[in-house]
């Protein structure tokens, strides 16, 4: 009985590990699938990246281009180049951006020669005359002050830059040129009254 029952286990074991040749060709044939697969895959890798690279250089090309046209043919861009309909917005943006940068950037530098040399001065003279004191100290705080005034008008400009939205644009816009416009004014009111 023992022998009997040994035996159906050796053939059961024996059947699993016989296999048909309908089963070989099963596996042979998902075997080669799965290569032809794992090739496709990699040849369609190297040209996505072959792809890009050619892109990325075509665009290069296209920029240069459109640079070279935009200074020297103006005239021919809309025939050659698609532009952004946005096109007006971006030269406001442009203009109002470049303004306060360039304003923040000015008080930025000015207010800190005001506050090295209201520190300078105090530490060079060291003298203990509180109407002294308290003039240096008037001269430092103006040129912190100053340096806040001037890096939150370039942070704004470098901000502004980025803005999409035309009525936003518009107004801070108008806002800016009419403040520029007031302070060439009262600069030649000045300048006439002196």
């Known amino acids: 009985m023992k022998r009997t029952k040994q035996k ?3 053939n059961k074991a024996i059947r699993k590990n016989i296999t048909t040749p309908e089963e070989t060709l ?7 699938y799965y290569r032809a697969l794992s090739r496709l895959e990699k040849e369609k890798e190297k040209s996505d990246v072959e792809e890009k690279a ?4 075509r ?3 296209l920029d240069i281009l459109f640079i070279l046209n935009f200074i020297f043919f103006p005239w021919k ?11 007006y917005d971006s030269i406001l943006v442009l203009v109002t951006a470049g303004v306060l ?4 950037g000015c008080l930025w530098i000015f ?7 209201g520190v300078t001065d105090f530490v060079s003279h060291f003298t203990f005359s509180v109407n002294y004191i308290f003039n240096n100290i008037n001269i430092f705080l103006a040129g912190l002050i100053g340096l806040m005034f001037g ?3 370039y942070i704004a400009g470098s901000e502004f830059s980025k803005e999409e939205n035309s009525n936003r644009i518009y107004a801070y816009s108008a806002s800016i040129i009419a403040l520029v416009s007031c302070i060439v004014g009262v600069i030649a009111l000045v300048k006439d009254v002196i």
């Open 54 to 57: 050619v892109k990325s250089k």
């Open 8 to 10: 159906r286990k050796n």
């Open 77 to 87: 861009i809309n025939k050659c180049f698609k532009i952004k309909n946005g096109i």
């Open 59 to 61: 665009k290069r090309i």
């Open 101 to 104: 940068k360039v304003a923040g």
């Open 26 to 32: 099963v596996e042979i044939y998902a075997e080669a």
């Open 151 to 153: 890096s939150v008008l």
């Open 111 to 117: 207010s800190l020669v005001f506050a090295v040399i």
